[in-house]
């Protein structure tokens, strides 16, 4: 395990230092603010240059990384990406936590990169010229900074999904993102599982026939939250930097519980709604609607049984598409099935699509169902193989070619989720207008 040097302060973020880091573009003109604290304007002060990327990788060149952000699924793409590729090292490791940061370091030196630089500061790591890629596995209130100050670095980056905070921050990492040529994989790892795509081929062929419903589920039974002043944090933790991004108003002392369980918190995300909706919408999108997001959507959800969530629990949403509805629907209390379902239903046939792979079934009409259950007419087993994804992400960082979930499907895949929280919020209908960028709720 590489040694640490001495430790130095943690820099104090104040508004205007954020405002002013130096990575990004100017605010986005939004016509109308999107709701529940979508934000309207990019974060960012005074527009800056890219920097060209630091090398063209060839074939034997090995690959250099990064990560920000080493918390459980950061540290799970260092073991994968190490388990599976020879000629990848990670060289540094940036979280504001220490026990992630030591984490991540022993997941590194137990896979052969034991020469790792530790950095509580993303900008120290980004400074590092040898660094090809950066791994951003932080919160998704961070992911706009972390990806545009990383491709304005001249790193390749594999964001985790789902890719934005807010619709508005979202349009902003695209275009900040496409004045470099850099190469962004977002982390929706379906879109490299050779079932789905399998599956998406079999519906071009038409088996389903034309489709006028398709339903999203997922379903686990997940524990209450503990109480904050029952966690205990195990090392140094830079509170001011996690909530930085925040406006002024928004922040608060330390909250032990906001650190550890953030995703249930809406300052830092858009709870379950953004966080696994984001692949099952994305695949919706892909099949069904050439990825681009649904033009309304209403949703209707609460906290009804877990002790501690701010984000709802349990929810369902409806999503309006030119040619079909869709819904998603989630709750955290029940785990029957287990795990998530897509349900595509068409005049000629229905898909089924979870982790066991896709089963094509046909119409069976008109009173078949009274006599028997349909047996299958395609069936596609196989797993969700996270691996293939990075593994692309790698390969379009020596070839230069797009990978397979760009920035444009990330955002165009959780703009759809935005929406829907946006009509949690307001409690009616929420609408996407023309720009891609303007919600309205009409009554």
Known sequence: MPKKGPKQPPQRWSRRRFLNAAAGAGALAVAGRALAGQA??????????????????????????????????GRYHIRSILDNHKDVEFVA??????????????????????????????????????????????????????LIDSVMAGKDVYCEKPMSWSIAQGANMVRQVRRTDRIVQIGMQRRST??????????????????????????????HLPKPEDIKLGGALDWERFQAPLPPEKRHPLNPLKFKAWRYFWEYSGGNMTDQGTHLMDVIQWYFNDSKPPRAAQEHGAVYQIRGYETPDTFCAVFEYPRFLATWTLTY???????????????????????????????????????????????????????????????????????????????QAVSALHLANAAHHARRRAVLKDDGLTIETPC
């Open 93 to 146: 490791v940036c979280d504001i936590y220490e026990p992630n940061r030591d984490a991540g370091a022993k997941d590194c030196a137990d896979r052969g990169s034991t020469n790792v630089k530790l950095f509580n500061e993303h900008e120290k790591l980004l400074e590092m010229k040898e660094i090809d890629g950066v791994v951003v596995g932080s919160p998704d209130h961070w992911h706009e900074r972390h």
């Open 40 to 73: 309207a304007a990019s974060p960012y002060g005074q527009s800056v240059a890219p920097r060209p990327g630091a090398r063209v990788l060839g074939a034997n060149d090995r690959i250099l990384l990064g990560i920000i952000g080493s918390g459980g699924m």
């Open 333 to 411: 209390t029940n785990n029957w099935h287990n795990g998530w379902t897509i349900w595509a239903q068409g005049r000629n046939g229905t898909l089924k699509l979870d982790d066991g792979g896709a089963e094509f079934y046909e119409n069976i009409w008109p009173d078949g169902w009274r006599e028997k259950h349909p047996e299958p007419r395609h069936k596609l087993p196989s797993a969700l193989r996270v691996d293939l994804h990075e593994t692309n992400w790698l390969e379009c960082m020596r070839t230069r070619k797009e990978p397979n979930a760009p920035v444009e499907i990330g955002h």
């Open 194 to 223: 050779p079932s789905v795509i399998e599956a998406k081929k079999i519906i071009d062929d038409g088996f389903l026939g034309e489709v006028s419903l398709v339903r999203a589920e997922w379903y686990w039974s997940v524990e």
